[in-house]
């Protein structure tokens, strides 16, 4: 029988997505944003949802969504927007969603399973001076768990993108053994790669449902998958001056003194948190 998975602040399935290529069984997502759930719906059809904020559901009500009373694996993507770099009021430290870990705890205590996953950004391991991932771990081994955290990139895994995320993760079993992951990546992946000779380019506020032609990198297949039609790439409606300052910005220079992680496409480069491509630009993942 396959491993159990619940995914708690599920968004459209990314954890869920890892999950079942290595085997396991998700058996609910949950999450406050309905236009992720229904593509996380959509991509996990054997999965049950619930659209409620996380601090409104019970153990009752996850027990009744699924069905049973025991999970293999608890994860949670918590909400990382007051942790992010990207956020400019990031050092406020009142930010309701930097504490709605708590809530996974609050589960995680009630339902017992055999082991807890979170994820964030990596920033979280040192905003307050690191008081909040100590007390997601803190909070973990009050409930019996034994705990691990790293910060792991993802382009050292294979993906064309410099994304680092800080994972904390707990066992019940004393004789469970754990090592996080070794990156596998011999060499990163670039934009070109992930995206060329297979994505049309677009004009401001244009999109495309057919890709150029067939896929010619291994990167580009795994993407596609069994899907025959290009989902989801539409260019922003961008105002002239963007478009100017995108054309005018070397490929891999931040657009924005005060602002760099907005960087300009360099296609024999891995990319950071925004793209853009060499005409207009446009958001990618």
């Known amino acids: 029988m396959k491993l159990s998975h619940l995914d708690l602040f599920c968004g459209p399935g990314g954890f869920a997505t890892g999950f079942e290529w290595a085997g396991f069984r998700t058996v609910a997502g949950i999450d406050v944003h309905q236009p992720s759930l229904s593509t996380f719906a959509r991509n996990h059809p054997k999965a049950k949802t619930m659209n409620a904020d996380i601090r409104d559901v019970h153990p009752e009500d996850v027990l009744s969504l699924v ?14 927007e007051g942790f992010s770099m990207a956020n400019r009021n990031r050092t406020k430290f009142n930010d309701v969603r930097n504490f709605l870990f708590v809530e996974f705890l609050r589960l995680a205590e009630a339902l017992k399973p055999r082991v807890l996953l979170v994820e964030n950004v990596a920033n979280l391991a040192r905003h307050a001076g690191g008081v909040f991932a100590e007390e997601i771990e803190n909070g973990m081994r009050s409930l019996g768990y034994r705990t691990s955290s790293t910060i792991l990139n993802a382009v050292d895994f294979g993906v064309p993108q410099r994304r680092r995320r800080v994972m904390f993760v707990g066992f019940r079993e004393e004789e469970a053994h754990f090592t996080w992951p070794v990156g596998t990546a011999s060499s990163p992946l670039t934009v070109a790669d992930a995206i060329i ?9 244009e999109r495309s449902a057919s890709y150029i032609g067939d896929p010619v990198t291994d990167y580009q297949r795994l993407m596609r998958g069994s899907q025959a039609q290009l989902m989801n790439h539409q260019a922003p409606r961008h105002p002239p001056e963007t478009i100017e300052r995108i054309g005018r910005t070397a490929p891999g220079a931040p657009m924005y003194e005060n602002y760099k992680q ?15 491509n060499h005409q207009v630009g446009y958001n990618l993942f």
């Open 67 to 80: 069905g049973s009373d025991s999970f293999d694996v608890m994860s949670a993507g918590v909400p990382c």
């Open 197 to 205: 000779g297979d994505l049309p380019v677009l004009d401001s506020d």
């Open 262 to 276: 907005r960087i300009r496409l360099h296609p024999d480069k891995h990319h950071h948190y925004w793209l853009h």
